[in-house]
């Protein structure tokens, strides 16, 4: 979305659309949402956590992030949404990252 665009420094020029959310979130972020927040959000539904995204020159940006698991009749996953809003800073107690 526009917002989100505008955030991360993304330009209506650039490709956006072929960007992966992983290459836009520092790599503790990555593999915290996969070892955690996926799991978490399968088995109930919902996550919501504080992790990170990084704008196109590489500044990490805190995020304050929900992570909803879609599912069928069958209750298997579908697909996952997101939405992560930005926070002024992530601190140690609250953050995966734990101060690094």
Avoid: C
């Avoid at 420094?9 to 996926?38: C, F, H």
Wanted: glycine fraction near 10%; avoid cysteine; charged fraction near 25%.
């Amino acid at each position: 979305n526009a917002a989100g665009k505008k955030m991360l420094g993304i330009t209506d020029e650039m490709e956006g659309g072929n960007l992966k959310i992983t290459s836009l979130q520092p790599g503790w972020a990555v593999r915290y949402i996969a070892d955690e927040a996926i799991p978490h959000a399968t088995k109930n539904g919902i996550w919501r956590g504080e992790t990170a995204l990084l704008s196109i020159d590489k500044k990490e940006i805190p995020v304050s992030q929900v992570i909803i698991a879609h599912k069928n009749e069958k209750g298997e996953v579908e697909y996952f949404s997101t939405i992560a809003r930005e926070i002024k800073e992530a601190t140690p107690s609250n953050s995966p990252k734990g101060g690094e």
